[in-house]
T-cell receptor, first 115, second 111 residues
Framework: NAGVTQTPKFRVLKTGQSMTLLCAQD?????MYWYRQDPGMGLRLIHY???????AKGEVPDGYNVSRLKKQNFLLGLESAAPSQTSVYFC??????????????FGPGTRLTVT | GEDVEQSLFLSVREGDSSVINCTYT??????LYWYKQEPGAGLQLLTY?????DMKQDQRLTVLLNKKDKHLSLRIADTQTGDSAIYFC???????????FGSGTRLSIRP
């Protein structure tokens, strides 16, 4: 099993450009999450999904959109990138209805720089 | 609101014990966790404790919970160079609700 994979690993964008980050998991997890990690601020939840076709806002959703068309994939979109979105983005997944949502499995991260 | 706080840095000598502390504000927290992040990698669940427990031991790791003071600690016995990482304290209200992470404590090991 590959676990949780993220593409791309690195990306540099200019202000106003758009991009999509892809997260894939092969563990048949119900729940998936997108976080951003900034120095000294820990992880902040952007959006999450509790199942295929469902999404919900997290702590810092502004400027991002997500989609979960397939259970194994969770996409994070930036429609018009801003320098404030420079960060490391982590995707995670977990079991949900079995009551083990706390055991989140993380991808390796995507380092995004917006100039 | 929900908040989790921890100190940013800790330096210990190899072979000594490391103690990483954390405080949280949500009195409804039911699950408390420690995650570990090695350089260039995502977070990995290290251990967790339920709010009705005071202590949990797992090999070199000991988690202590003082629910009255909302204080959580992680003790790593016989700290090794492989323990160098960022350690995140986190909490959630249930096994299915979102997790609130602290800002992480960077543990460095000196010879």
């Amino acid at each position: 099993n590959a676990g949780v994979t993220q593409t791309p690993k690195f990306r540099v964008l200019k202000t106003g450009q758009s991009m999509t980050l892809l997260c894939a998991q092969d563990m048949n997890h119900e729940y998936m999450y997108w976080y951003r990690q900034d120095p000294g601020m820990g992880l902040r939840l952007i959006h999450y999904s509790v199942g295929e076709g469902t999404t919900a806002k997290g702590e810092v959703p502004d400027g991002y959109n997500v989609s979960r068309l397939k259970k194994q994939n969770f996409l994070l979109g930036l429609e018009s990138a801003a320098p404030s979105q420079t960060s490391v983005y982590f995707c995670a997944s977990s079991y949900g209805t079995s009551g083990r949502a706390y055991e989140q499995y993380f991808g390796p991260g995507t380092r995004l720089t917006v100039t | 609101g929900e908040d989790v706080e921890q100190s940013l840095f800790l330096s210990v000598r190899e072979g000594d014990s490391s103690v990483i502390n954390c405080t949280y504000t949500d009195s409804s927290s039911t699950y408390l966790y420690w995650y570990k992040q090695e350089p260039g990698a995502g977070l990995q669940l290290l251990t967790y404790i339920f709010s009705n427990m005071d202590m949990k031991q797992d090999q070199r790791l000991t988690v202590l919970l003082n629910k009255k003071d909302k204080h959580l600690s992680l003790r790593i016995a016989d700290t090794q160079t492989g323990d160098s990482a960022i350690y995140f304290c986190a909490e959630s209200r249930s096994s299915a609700s979102k997790i609130i992470f602290g800002s992480g404590t960077r543990l460095s090991i000196r010879p």
